[in-house]
């Protein structure tokens, strides 16, 4: 027997096996979950990117896991900070000379989405540099997230 | 497989009783009905963290359109490797249902159609655990719970039949949209009574009806007219 489905239930019927469709669809996080601040590095007294030939990066306190082991001219480095605290440190070395990073900043618990459950976002007060190389850092954009923008400038 | 079993016996149902043919105006009953979800309860016996009791209660207007109070409370709890949440809380829901069945077919007993809604759940959210990884290890922390108000408009299609004298069943998809979940940018709830998934904007939901009918007016419905074809116009050449 043909069953004539009638024109005005035929959207309803597509819905429900969208609903289905979404409904069977497994829960996995398929986004970033952790914040970086992003620093580019600039030429001093320029707006103009200039990646030094290498770079290493590790956290201080944390010596044994590099970020970063002479990488070859990047343009910018994503650098963690700690969400136990309200501070953490980086040692840069830029073409072998080396520099460090401090961070003041504040924390904050924030949901990503159900399947990536909770990350934390930062709100940068400060930026110190010990000034070997490093010339100056402004701060772009002192929130931290998961997003890729610029937080901070680094000149040398 | 239930679910989808569920949804065409109802179709079925529909598709099959309606009056196709009919020349006398028919006795159509408006009624105040009340309608007990039965799908938050039967959800209930395969996961025991998450229960939702709802129903509703509407008054029809005329033989297209329905008055809709519904209302309910849900519990939620949820947890995965990197934390836990917990929600409860009521919600109520109002507004309007149009039956796209003629009145003449629908006779009071048939439903297809379509109702907006304009819903607010008062709700306690909270996480009891959470834990992120990064290169500078395990951050670990606790959100208590705090109460919320959010606000959500709806669409939901759905169908509705009788099956004995006063007794219907029906089923009917939410399509939901927050509004203003109360909580702020960062910590969403991850799941709101009466709405869904709190993390997102959008929330699709479902609902099975079990429906108590009082009839409390009676309407006389002629069949609409059928429209007569075309006669041709053309005149032939000669």
Partial sequence: ?156 | MQRISGYFISILIISCSLPTRAQDSIKVNLNIRAGFDIYGPASYLTDQKNLNLEGYISIDRDNKKSFILEAGHQNFQYSQYNYSYLSNGFFVRAGIDFNMIKPFEAAGKYYAGFGLRYGISLYNSGFPSYEHDNYWGTGTGSVPSSFHVAHFIEVNPGIRTDIFKNISIGWNIRLRLMVYSGTGKDLKSVFVPGFGNGAKSFSPGINYYIILNIPYKSLYVKPEPEKEPEKETEQSKH
Avoid: W
């Fill in chain 1, 1 to 156: 027997m043909k069953i004539k489905v009638p024109k005005l239930y035929r959207p309803v019927i597509l819905l429900i096996i969208i609903k289905i469709i979404a409904s069977c669809a497994p829960d996995t996080c398929i986004q970033e979950t952790t914040s970086f601040l992003n620093a580019g590095f600039y030429k001093t007294g320029t707006n103009t990117p200039l990646p030094p030939d290498s770079v290493t990066v590790f956290g201080i306190g944390n010596e044994t896991n590099i970020l970063y082991g002479k990488a070859l001219n990047p343009t910018s480095v994503s650098l963690p900070l700690n969400a136990s605290s309200t501070t953490c440190g980086f040692v840069m070395k830029i073409n072998n000379m080396t520099d460090t990073l401090r961070f003041i900043y504040t924390s904050y618990p924030h949901l990503i989405s159900k399947e990536c459950g909770i990350t934390f976002f930062f709100s940068l007060d400060s930026v110190m540099v010990s000034g070997n190389v490093i010339d100056t850092v402004a701060v772009i954009n002192k929130n931290v997230a998961i997003f890729n923008a610029e937080n901070i400038r680094i000149f040398y």
